[in-house]
């Protein structure tokens, strides 16, 4: 009692959740001292990038402001199995939808990473680019033949396929595309059986040959760890004394001078005084929005950046009417059908455990820390195939194998609640994927305060397209599920009772679940185009000083996961920031901001609440 007496003091006293609150606002003030060329507003993957790319020129001040933690070396970050540990932890923003029309009105949880990293440091690692005909789909300058170099650019691949396919395929780059160390005997048996039925693909990021068939998948592992943006881009440029990071920094608004982006506001994280720091831009800097496609539309509407209707609902200035911010939400939709099987101790599950408890088996342990190799290199799902079930030229399907049984209809179950399970019983999963879905959704401010989650609706099956490829991919997991011989056990999910297109469909609806690629709400396009929010040279519409530099500029989701994409935008990006010679081109601008008056800034027509201990006679030396 006397212990919680003294706790509730302190909270009182401090009025915070932050330790030593004073030293960490007086280093936050010392941040603001001088202006920065880039400020990098958000630290996940893209921003990982872009710090080690711009801080590259030690002439060049870099601000890369992360509202995560800074434990990207945490054991289970480190650790791929760590995953099942990752969500709905504190390293994730544990984001929801809010009832899904088309999917029985649910809330469907959306795994966001909380870490310097990003979602890099929570996904599932698979290294996959998609074809060259998403990329001739974005267009505008985006083609599969311009992107490709910067694929290769920052890859490292340590598979041998750089000595056998160097048109796709590199090495020395900081993006590490490897094979999991370690097959269990479920996923060999499903190459057997995929390869008979669907066809076998030893390279699903070779674009002169169709993505189709069944193989393993690469993942984004270096000797058996995962390589996070942190690990991978950050880390390296750290000790540059030109790049300054922060983190526990929840920006709140992009600052401007009349349409010109002139720095950030941002807030220390569980800081109950909500003190404002306002770090500025140099003459001609930029601020760089790369926090996400959830955050990064959030922060460009707390900033006056959107749609006018909403923006003053909710009391906002409109800096810049774009209605296409928040809208155009893609995302992966996912299923499950799953068996058990009457091999005991076969599954992955099985052998990360001692039987009959949630206590850790040491032997997968002792592989991983003495050689990096075994089943905690695996996050279960890196053996697939890729298919078309409606006769189109590009998969609309993606089938994840897991030599595991899952524990519900809904893939995220067995990820969160496994750690709390002590008789998880032996079988194997199939987890179908929409993998071009057509389905769009909206992220949109449920306050001008980014501290509260946006509202986020999912628009998962609103297309009915993306609900015929997941039926059709129950029918084929049923398929190949039956076929594994000495392995073939009873289907649980979805079971017996599950048999009419129908009777699919509502199971479906009823358990559709993310596969995290969330992308395309600040959607690219020329500069007529109405619903884009940035030009090809990532440039935001209508104003001028600020980029958005992440996934939600992906105007469709290519056919694989996200992350290794992600990377390739901000490598080019990184690349024009520095030379605009390099840029895809981005036609008719927005007028530029000429001859600013800084009296503006004297008499408070900054967008800017705090200060960051400078006057505003110190501010107005930046920009005159």
Not at 18 to 41: N, T
Not at 123 to 138: C, F, I, P, Q
């Amino acid at each position: 009692m006397l212990r919680a007496l003294v706790l509730l003091a302190l909270l009182y006293a401090t009025n915070s959740l932050v330790p030593g609150l004073p030293k960490r606002q007086a280093a936050e003030r010392a941040v603001c001292d001088a202006p920065y060329d880039y400020i990098i507003a958000g630290g996940g993957l893209s921003g990982c990038v872009l710090a080690e790319r711009l801080s590259q020129d030690p002439s060049k001040r870099v601000l890369l402001l992360e509202a995560g933690s800074a434990d990207y070396k945490n054991k289970f970050i480190k650790i791929p199995a760590g995953i099942l540990r990752l969500f709905k932890s504190g390293f994730d923003w544990q984001h929801e939808t809010k009832g899904d029309k088309a999917a029985s009105g649910r809330n469907i949880f959306l795994a966001r990473g909380k870490v310097l990293g990003g979602s890099s440091c929570t996904n599932v690692l698979l290294h996959h680019r998609g074809s060259k005909a998403d990329y001739d789909e974005w267009g505008n300058g985006w083609s599969g033949d311009d992107v490709l170099p910067y694929f290769l650019k920052s890859q490292d691949d340590t598979t041998g396929r750089a000595e056998n396919s160097p048109k796709y395929h590199s090495k020395g780059g900081e993006w590490t595309m490897s094979e999991v160390r370690y097959q269990n005997p479920l996923s060999k048996k499903f190459l057997e059986v995929g390869g008979e039925l669907l066809g076998n693909n030893d390279d699903f990021n070779n674009w002169d040959r169709k993505q189709q068939g069944a193989g393993r998948f690469q993942v984004s592992e270096r000797n058996g760890c995962r390589e996070s943006g942190a690990t991978a881009f950050l880390e390296k440029a750290l000790k540059r004394k030109n790049l300054e990071v922060r983190t526990s920094a929840m920006i709140r608004h992009v600052d401007f001078v009349s349409a010109a982006a002139v720095g950030v506001t941002y807030n220390i994280v569980g800081d109950d005084s909500n003190a404002n720091f306002s770090p500025v831009l140099s003459q001609g800097g930029e601020v760089i929005l790369a926090a996400g496609a959830i955050a990064s539309p959030q922060i460009l509407m707390a900033s006056g950046v959107g749609p006018k209707e909403h923006l003053e609902d909710l009391s906002i200035p409109v800096i810049s009417d774009l209605p296409g911010v928040g809208e155009n939400l893609q995302d992966h939709p996912a299923a499950v059908v799953s068996f058990e099987t009457p091999k005991k101790g076969v599954s992955v599950t099985s052998k990360l455990r001692i039987k009959g408890t949630k206590l850790n088996n040491p032997i997968p342990i002792l592989k991983w820390f003495l050689r990096g190799k075994g089943e905690l290199t695996s996050v279960g799902c890196d053996h697939g195939a890729f298919v078309s079930t409606a006769g189109s030229n590009e998969p609309d399907l993606q089938m994840r194998f897991l030599p595991a049984r899952a524990l519900g209809p809904d893939g995220m179950t067995t990820f969160t609640q496994f750690r709390n399970t002590k008789n998880h019983a032996d079988g194997y999963s199939f987890q179908p994927v929409a993998t071009r879905a057509k389905s769009r959704g909206r992220v949109r401010l449920a306050s001008s305060n980014t501290h509260v989650k946006p509202v986020i609706d999912g628009g998962y099956l609103s297309d009915d397209s993306d609900l015929a490829t997941l039926r059709e991919g129950i029918k084929l997991g049923r398929k190949l599920g039956a076929q594994f011989g000495e392995y073939t056990g009873e289907e649980v999910f979805p079971g017996k009772d599950v048999q009419t297109d129908e009777q699919i469909d509502q199971y479906i609806r009823d358990s559709v679940h993310t596969a995290n690629a969330i992308v395309g709400t600040c959607k690219m396009g020329a500069p007529s185009d109405r619903s884009a929010v940035v030009t090809p040279d990532l440039k935001v519409k209508g104003v001028t000083g600020l980029r958005v530099v992440d996934s939600s500029v992906f105007p469709t989701i290519p056919g694989g996961q996200t992350g290794t994409p992600t990377v390739m935008v901000a490598e080019r990006a990184a690349e024009f920031i520095k030379d605009a010679g390099k840029a895809p081109a981005a036609g008719a601008r927005a007028k530029q901001m000429v001859g600013l008056d800084s009296s503006a800034l004297v008499q408070g027509e900054f967008r800017g609440e705090g200060n960051g201990g400078m006057d505003s006679t110190q501010r107005t030396k930046f920009y005159t």
